[in-house]
């Protein structure tokens, strides 16, 4: 079943492994994707689709020295030269929208406020170009200025539509801007973003909503995290998580969207199961950082019906054609972790495609 074709929004993807969206930090420090980006995608386009690594709507919205965006004339043509590589290889490719929310430092933005639902800063350091310096306190966004950042990730969603990506994923997972309205420990709003999970899921309903208008639900997709406490998140209160995703959900499952993707160490477990059943739609799963997704769990979560599709990282970062060395059970390619945030082809292009 893993490698059999699946409709998802208005495509028809070849087989049921979808390459996770994966930071690599090779965009350079304008944020520009180019032939080295290009040809890393080109050799991953047969699995069934390609979710890009998370790329910035906003200059405020960037998380990392190196992270490509969506933003300027040079970021989209960058941007064309990818997916027009994947294309004529046959591929299909989601860009991930990635607001980072308060994961980030002004010498990382060059000099933009960092901003959040909240002034409640990560505990901890972040590596900026200047060496490790303490997570700032964010800007709280005003309730005024919430629509503006909602439109910058509508600007960005139809700028990937003008770069050619058949669609966007809503990066709302994993600690950055959108999952910090959800969480309860980085959200202390007192508006009506705040508070109640209902409160705390409205941003990122009307952002989906909103991208919904403006490039039509079939190429939106979201990613969630629920309990994922990464990057200063605490989601800890079991039924509070259960409400608060559960809103989302029922939220966003009339939209008919492409697709929900979920992270979460258990997915076959009960939340997960039922946000997939209130969901309805096209449902795509990750077991997080953990463990590294095996074939084993891959093929049993499509055979058990627990997920349509499994994202897959890091096998998909060694293996540019994991789709076939896991369909022909052949010998794998291991990451090489010290290479995945790094600069250049090596550990990036130059991992090889099984011989024979
Ligand atoms: C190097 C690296 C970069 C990642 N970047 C992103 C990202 O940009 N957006 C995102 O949603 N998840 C990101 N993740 C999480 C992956 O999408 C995936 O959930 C994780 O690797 C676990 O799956 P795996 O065991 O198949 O690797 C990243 C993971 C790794 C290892």
Redesign the pocket.
């Given at each position: 079943m893993l490698f059999s074709p699946l409709a998802l929004g208005e495509l028809e993807l070849p087989n049921r492994l979808v390459m996770?969206?994966?930071?690599?930090l090779r965009a350079g420090e304008e944020g520009i994707p180019g032939s080295l980006l290009a040809e890393h995608y080109r050799q991953r386009a047969s699995l069934g689709l390609i979710v890009s690594?998370?790329t910035y709507p906003s200059p405020a919205g960037r998380s990392y020295p190196g992270q490509p965006g969506i933003v300027t004339e040079e970021q989209i043509a960058g941007w064309k030269k990818v997916t027009d590589a994947v294309h004529a290889e046959g591929g299909r490719m989601f860009a991930?929208i990635?607001h980072g929310g308060r994961v980030s430092h002004p010498d990382i933005t060059g000099g933009h406020t960092i901003v959040a639902p909240s002034a409640v800063a990560i505990e901890g350091e972040v590596r900026t170009p200047a060496g490790k310096q303490p997570y700032p306190v964010p800007h709280a966004l005003t309730t005024d200025e919430l629509p503006l950042v909602m439109q910058e990730i509508v600007d960005a969603s139809l700028n990937a539509i003008e770069a050619g990506f058949d669609g966007v994923e809503l990066?709302s997972?994993?600690g950055y801007l959108l999952h910090e309205f959800l969480a309860p420990n980085s959200n202390v709003r007192d508006d009506s973003y705040g508070g109640s999970p209902e409160n705390r899921a409205r941003f990122v309903i009307e952002t989906v909503n909103a991208v919904v208008a403006a490039i039509g639900a079939s190429r939106v997709g979201i990613?969630i995290s629920p309990e994922h406490n990464v990057q200063g998140i605490a989601e800890v209160d079991a039924a509070d998580v259960r409400a608060t995703y559960e809103v989302l959900v029922d939220s966003i499952a009339p939209l008919n969207l492409a697709y929900l993707s979920i992270?979460h160490h258990e997915p076959s477990g009960d939340l997960v199961q039922d946000l997939r059943a209130r969901f309805g739609g096209t449902f795509l799963v990750?077991?997080?950082?953990g463990?590294?997704?095996t074939r084993e769990e891959a093929v049993a979560l499509v055979a058990d019906g627990h997920a349509d599709a499994v994202?897959?990282?890091?096998?998909?970062?060694a293996n540019p054609d994991l789709a076939r060395r896991w369909n022909e059970s052949l010998p794998l390619n291991e990451p090489d972790?010290s290479t995945?945030?790094a600069e250049g082809a090596e550990g990036y292009t130059d991992y090889p495609a099984y011989a024979g």
């Open positions: 996770a969206p994966l930071t690599r690594e998370g991930q990635m990066h997972a994993n990613r992270l990750n077991t997080g950082f463990v590294v997704t994202v897959v990282g890091r096998p998909a970062i972790p995945f945030y």
